[in-house]
Structure formats: C-alpha cells, structure tokens
C-alpha cells in the first residue's frame, strides 16, 4: 500500500511459470499443484493448459487469482478500480486442456474474472471431461458483473 494505495509494480515476465509449464509436461509423480496469486495472467494461463494437456499425475490444481483473463482490481485513492483488458486466451486454452485430461479430479480457479465467455468454455469443457469431482468458480463474475468500492462505499 502506498498512501492507502496497493498498487502493481514490476514488469511481467513469463519465465517463471514457462518453466513450470515445462517441467509440468514431463514430471509424472506430482499429484497437486498450488499456484495461487501469482498474476499469471492469459499468457501463463495458456502455459499451463499446454501442460495439462499432457500431464498425467496431477489431480489437483489451483490457479485462485491469477489474472488468466487479464482483469485484476487495485485501490487508488479509497476507491478499488478495475484494471487490464479482458482477453480470453488462457481461459479458452485451460478449457480445451479439461477436455483432454484425464487425471484431474479438483480444479480451482477462483478470483480470475472469467466472465461470461469464460464461464462458457468451461462449461463446454465440462461436458465431456469425465475426471473432474470438483471445480470451484467462485468470484469470477460469470454474468459479467461486479461491484467496486468508490470513494468508501460499495457501487
């Protein structure tokens, strides 16, 4: 927080969850992976589905709040505002992933601001994926809507 401010600093950088992504494509004795708040991103989001795609030994996976659709909120000034620009790339790779895989029975993916399309990928992914006993969606404005805090009140 700066000045009753918490705000993003750095610049992004893919390295890390690319090296991730490519050891997940060959590590066959890791069973639950948690990479919760680490602003992924959509980039990072498709990284992952390219692992997911042929990983066989994970059954657990939890990307909570990882901006894999680019949205993310910060306070400035008392107020919480949406930042970033909605792209549903690594939504859509994740959901082509769950099509695929075979081994995942938990997935959750919390906070990311998937949205409607998002929502809809997932579901159709859903359809066919025999694996998954559990998903867990919550806080992802799925009818697109959400509320902000303006000048210390909720709108």
């Known amino acids: 927080f700066e000045g009753g401010s918490r ?15 490519d050891a997940l494509r060959v ?7 948690s990479m919760e708040s680490n602003r992924i991103g959509a980039e990072g989001g498709v990284a992952i589905a390219d692992a997911l795609r042929v990983n066989a030994s994970l059954t657990s996976v939890s990307l909570t ?11 400035e000034g008392g107020s919480r505002v949406t930042k970033g620009t ?3 790339t690594g939504i ?10 075979a081994s995942l029975t938990s997935l959750s993916m ?14 159709d992914a859903l359809r066919v994926n ?3 006993t559990s998903v867990s969606l919550t806080n992802n404005k ?9 000048g210390g009140s909720r709108v």
Do not use: P
């Open 92 to 101: 859509n790779a994740i959901a082509d992933a769950l099509r695929v895989n």
């Open 27 to 33: 590590n066959a004795s890791l069973t639950s992976l």
């Open 142 to 150: 799925l009818c697109g809507l959400w509320s902000e805090f303006e």
């Open 7 to 21: 705000v993003t600093k750095g610049t992004y950088d893919a390295t890390g969850i690319n090296a991730i992504a």
């Open 110 to 123: 919390e906070s990311n601001r998937i949205g409607a399309e998002g929502g809809v990928a997932i579901a």
């Open 65 to 75: 709040n990882n901006k894999l659709c680019g949205l993310w909120s910060e306070f």
């Open 86 to 88: 909605y792209d549903a």
């Open 130 to 132: 025999a694996s998954l």
